[in-house]
């Protein structure tokens, strides 16, 4: 098979990436190698901060702030009123199910493939309130089935439905837009959890037709770890949606029983928030917008695409990924070896990976009757010689050298 060669551009996307020089990082799923302007925004922050005291540092740079949601609204095909930044994706996603008055008997509709958050975060919605699960059916070559998911909107009425748009274990990448299709039709509020597409694909969160969407700084989007957003659709604003609980700076407090909301997204954010992290996360922003997220999804996805190719001729290795659309992640069995003792091997090789255990997706590892996985998660500053290293050091280890 013929690796995907090379572009011009990569010798500078690696000489923004020190780490490059020290190791082979094919965990992009799991927190990138960040490039070095993300590192200069954040370390430039905490200097200023040093210096003048936190209030006084994020009074001086908060026109930096709103260019830091300016770009993360670019790069979801939004605005900065629809950016509320987020501690973490996960703070975002939880921000977003609070805006809804759940009781006994409200279904939540979501796929097999959900990450494992997020299906906690429904199950405990569903002890603690009566809230029912119902996770609509996969297609036969993988992914949710849009056509299910109409008709269990259609039947039931849901409170909300909720996708994971690449899980977390496997390559697939879900049909959200389908999926929003339904959602506008029958006007239920929809929720994607974009953490590991948000970098690696190009978005348009309207034409996707979502009410929330959140994601996460630490993956293909290649920011600092601790910091997310969430984007807030205007009929959602337009419809006064907010959190369960709003702090002084999503809301105003005006009289002693009365409180007015921030009129944009920000009303989903919270009063104490990293201001570095956030500057670090706008660099990480901008910088992708400047790589081009097409050109980042051709050239992870082309990587990805060659790593499940030779991991498919390894003895002993069984490629996971199903679905009719494959991105960036790569998932493979070893045959009777734990995957995190490969990837503790491999990481002694200076060779990062990442290893999926059955609890991180029990619906999806259980019917691929895996208990664990090695994943690959290429990113457009890797190169075909490091999939090569990752791949004949995972063959050696599976035919038994350690």
Same mark, same amino acid.
């Given at each position: 098979?013929?690796?995907?060669?090379?572009?011009?551009?990569? /010798?500078?996307?690696?000489?923004?990436?020190?780490?490059?020089?020290?190791?082979?990082?094919?965990?992009?799923?799991?927190a990138?190698?960040?490039?070095?302007?993300?590192?200069?925004?954040?370390?430039?922050?905490l200097?200023l901060?040093?210096?003048?005291?936190?209030?006084?540092?994020?009074?001086?740079?908060?026109?930096?702030?709103?260019?830091?949601?300016?770009?993360?609204?670019?790069?979801?095909?939004?605005?900065?009123?629809?950016?509320?930044?987020?501690?973490?994706?996960?703070?975002?996603?939880?921000?977003?199910?609070?805006?809804?008055?759940?009781? /006994?008997?409200?279904?939540?509709?979501?796929?097999?493939?959900?990450?494992?958050?997020?299906?906690?975060?429904?199950?405990?919605?569903?002890?603690?309130?009566?809230?029912?699960?119902?996770?609509?059916?996969?297609?036969?070559?993988?992914?949710?089935?849009?056509? /299910?998911?109409?008709?269990?909107?259609?039947?039931?009425?849901?409170?909300?439905?909720?996708?994971?748009?690449?899980?977390?274990?496997?390559?697939?990448?879900?049909?959200?837009?389908?999926?929003?299709a339904?959602?506008?039709?029958?006007?239920?509020?929809?929720l994607?959890?974009?953490?590991?597409?948000v970098?690696?694909?190009?978005?348009d969160?309207?034409?996707?037709?979502?009410? #929330?969407?959140?994601?996460?700084?630490?993956?293909f989007?290649?920011?600092?770890r601790?910091?997310?957003?969430?984007?807030?659709?205007?009929?959602?604003?337009?419809?006064?949606?907010?959190?369960?609980?709003?702090?002084?700076?999503?809301?105003?407090?005006?009289?002693?029983?009365? #409180?007015?909301?921030?009129?944009?997204?920000?009303?989903?954010e919270?009063?104490?928030?990293?201001? /570095?992290?956030?500057l670090?996360?706008?660099?990480?922003?901008? #910088?992708?917008?400047?790589?081009?997220?097409?050109?980042?999804?051709?050239?992870?996805?082309?990587?990805?695409?060659y790593?499940?190719?030779?991991?498919?001729?390894?003895?002993?290795?069984?490629?996971?990924?199903?679905?009719?659309?494959?991105?960036?992640?790569?998932?493979?069995?070893?045959?009777?070896?734990?995957?995190?003792?490969?990837?503790?091997?491999l990481?002694?090789?200076?060779?990062?990976?990442?290893?999926?255990?059955?609890?991180d997706?029990?619906?999806?590892?259980?019917?691929?009757?895996?208990?664990?996985?090695?994943?690959?998660?290429?990113?457009? #500053?890797?190169?075909?010689?490091?999939?090569?290293?990752?791949?004949?050091?995972?063959?050696?280890?599976?035919?038994?050298?350690?």
């Amino acid at each position: 098979m013929k690796p995907p060669p090379d572009v011009p551009e990569l /010798a500078r996307w690696r000489a923004d990436t020190p780490g490059c020089e020290r190791i082979v990082h094919l965990n992009n799923a799991g927190a990138s190698l960040s490039p070095r302007p993300v590192r200069e925004a954040i370390r430039a922050h905490l200097d200023l901060e040093q210096e003048i005291g936190g209030y006084e540092a994020a009074d001086a740079r908060d026109e930096a702030a709103g260019s830091a949601a300016d770009d993360l609204g670019r790069l979801v095909g939004g605005h900065r009123r629809n950016i509320a930044l987020v501690q973490n994706s996960t703070t975002g996603f939880a921000q977003a199910l609070g805006t809804l008055d759940f009781a /006994a008997g409200d279904l939540i509709v979501t796929s097999l493939a959900d990450y494992a958050s997020n299906q906690i975060m429904y199950l405990s919605l569903a002890h603690r309130l009566g809230v029912e699960v119902v996770r609509a059916p996969d297609l036969p070559e993988g992914g949710v089935d849009p056509g /299910a998911v109409r008709e269990l909107v259609r039947r039931h009425r849901p409170m909300l439905v909720a996708m994971t748009w690449v899980p977390t274990n496997s390559g697939l990448v879900q049909d959200v837009a389908a999926i929003g299709a339904v959602c506008r039709e029958a006007e239920v509020p929809y929720l994607v959890d974009a953490c590991q597409a948000v970098g690696q694909l190009p978005i348009d969160a309207a034409a996707i037709g979502c009410d #929330y969407l959140a994601a996460t700084g630490r993956k293909f989007l290649r920011g600092p770890r601790g910091i997310g957003f969430l984007y807030v659709a205007d009929h959602a604003l337009a419809r006064g949606s907010h959190p369960l609980l709003v702090d002084m700076h999503g809301a105003t407090w005006t009289d002693p029983d009365r #409180y007015e909301l921030t009129p944009d997204a920000r009303r989903f954010e919270q009063f104490e928030i990293s201001r /570095a992290l956030v500057l670090g996360l706008g660099a990480a922003a901008h #910088y992708a917008l400047g790589v081009g997220i097409e050109a980042a999804r051709d050239r992870a996805r082309a990587l990805a695409t060659y790593a499940r190719q030779r991991l498919a001729e390894v003895p002993g290795v069984r490629v996971l990924d199903r679905g009719a659309e494959l991105g960036a992640i790569v998932a493979a069995e070893v045959a009777g070896r734990p995957a995190l003792e490969i990837k503790l091997a491999l990481r002694a090789r200076g060779i990062n990976v990442s290893s999926p255990s059955r609890e991180d997706a029990v619906i999806d590892m259980d019917a691929k009757g895996a208990t664990s996985a090695i994943r690959l998660s290429p990113h457009y #500053y890797n190169t075909a010689a490091e999939i090569d290293a990752a791949v004949e050091a995972i063959g050696e280890l599976v035919g038994g050298e350690k």
